[in-house]
């Protein structure tokens, strides 16, 4: 987010429909060249190196990609009254 001086110290307020929306954005932001899986960094949180082998070789999760179909299929189901929802300023630039 925008980190000029007048910003600091200041309560950053946002719904949880916000939240869901822009995290779902994100994620579908990541999806790997294929456009089948999120894509994966080592060391990075989420990262099971338990699975080192067929992610460190295609990057990509598809138990990640699954839980964005359930994040989204629950916001289209949630946000059926079309009410308008506040987006950060910063998050335009994304």
Partial sequence: FDNHSHH?????KVSIIC???ML???KFATLDP?????????GKP???DAMNG??????????DTFELLNLLNFLNETT?????????TEFSNF
């Fill in 8 to 12: 600091f110290n200041q309560t950053f």
């Fill in 19 to 21: 939240k869901l929306y």
């Fill in 24 to 26: 779902a954005v994100i």
């Fill in 34 to 42: 294929f456009g089948m899986g999120i894509e994966m960094e080592a």
């Fill in 46 to 48: 989420g990262w099971d």
């Fill in 54 to 63: 067929l992610p460190g070789m295609l990057g990509s999760s598809m138990p």
């Fill in 80 to 88: 059926i009254f079309k009410r308008d929802i506040q987006f950060p």
